[in-house]
C-alpha cells in the first residue's frame, strides 16, 4: 500500500494532510524516515511511527461492527432527514465507508452489521446463501397454531407472492411473543407475514444474523467490533 494512503486510513486524515506530514520527514518506516507519499509498504509487517510515536495496533483492510439500532434511526449509509446507522459510528471511523449489510426498518432494534468489505457484504445479504437471521417479534394477538403451520409450509402474501418456509415458534411464556428464523429477506416481510393471518407486529428485535447473536452488553446505540472468530463463523455459514 502507499504509504500516504496508509497513513490516511490508520490516523483518519486527508491524504493530503498525510502528504505534508511525511514531506516534513515526520514519518519513519522501520526506523528509517521515509518522504516519499508514494513510497510502498506492507501494511501488515511494516513498523510505522509519526513523530517519534508508533502507530497502536495492527492494520484493518476492512472493519466488521456489530450495532444494536436503536428505534427512530435508520438503516442507510446517508439520509438527509434521519439519523442513520453509520452516523453513530462515524466519529471513531471517519475514513470508512461504512455501510449496513441488510436492513432494519426504522422502527425496529436489534442486530444490524455495519462494514466496508462488499464481497462480505453481499455473502450476508444474499439469498442464494441462506444465511438465517432471527427476530423476537411481540404480535398484538397470540401466536396460533395455524400461523406457525403456514410459516413451516412457506406464507403466501397478500399480492401472491410465495415467502421460502420459515420458524416460528413460542418466545417465553408470553403467547405474544415469537420467534422467528428468516433465510431470506422481502421487504417488511415479517409485517406481511403475520399479516396474512390478521396479526399486526408491535415490535421487531433482530437477535442474531446466523451463529453470531447480538451481544447482550450493547444497549440501543452501542456497537463493537466483530472479534475474528465472529466472522469466520458468518463467512463459513455463508458458505466461504
Known amino acids: 500500500m502507499r504509504l500516504d494512503k496508509y497513513l490516511a486510513e490508520r490516523l483518519g486524515i486527508p491524504r ?5 506530514r511525511i514531506a516534513a520527514g515526520a514519518v519513519t518506516v522501520d526506523g528509517a524516515v521515509c518522504k516519499r507519499p508514494d513510497a510502498h509498504i506492507d ?11 508508533p502507530l497502536a495496533g495492527a492494520y484493518q483492510k476492512y472493519v466488521y461492527l456489530m450495532l444494536h439500532k436503536p428505534k427512530g434511526v435508520v438503516s442507510a ?53 441462506h444465511l438465517p437471521k432471527t427476530y423476537l417479534v411481540t404480535l ?52 406481511r407475514m403475520f399479516g396474512v393471518y390478521g396479526a399486526g407486529v408491535n415490535e421487531l428485535h433482530r437477535a442474531a444474523i446466523g451463529p453470531v447473536a447480538l451481544d447482550e452488553a450493547l444497549t440501543p446505540g452501542a456497537w463493537r467490533e466483530l472479534t475474528d472468530a465472529e466472522v469466520a463463523a458468518l463467512r463459513a455459514a455463508a458458505g466461504r
Open 16 to 20: 493530503s494532510e498525510s502528504r505534508k
Open 43 to 53: 501494511e501488515h509487517a511494516a513498523a510505522v511511527a509519526v513523530g517519534g510515536a
Open 77 to 129: 449509509s446517508r439520509d438527509k432527514r434521519d439519523v442513520t446507522v453509520t452516523d453513530l459510528v462515524a466519529a471513531d471511523y471517519p475514513r470508512r465507508q461504512l455501510f449496513p449489510a441488510g436492513r432494519l426498518d426504522k422502527t425496529s432494534t436489534g442486530f444490524v452489521l455495519l462494514t466496508d468489505d462488499g464481497a462480505f457484504a453481499h455473502d450476508i445479504v444474499s439469498p442464494a446463501r
Open 140 to 191: 398484538d394477538t397470540p401466536l396460533t397454531d395455524a400461523m406457525i403451520r403456514g410459516f413451516a409450509a412457506g406464507v403466501t402474501l397478500a399480492d401472491g407472492q410465495t415467502l421460502a418456509p420459515a420458524l416460528a415458534e413460542p418466545d417465553g411464556a408470553d403467547p405474544c411473543r415469537v420467534r422467528v428464523v428468516l433465510r431470506q429477506g422481502v421487504y417488511h416481510q415479517i409485517k
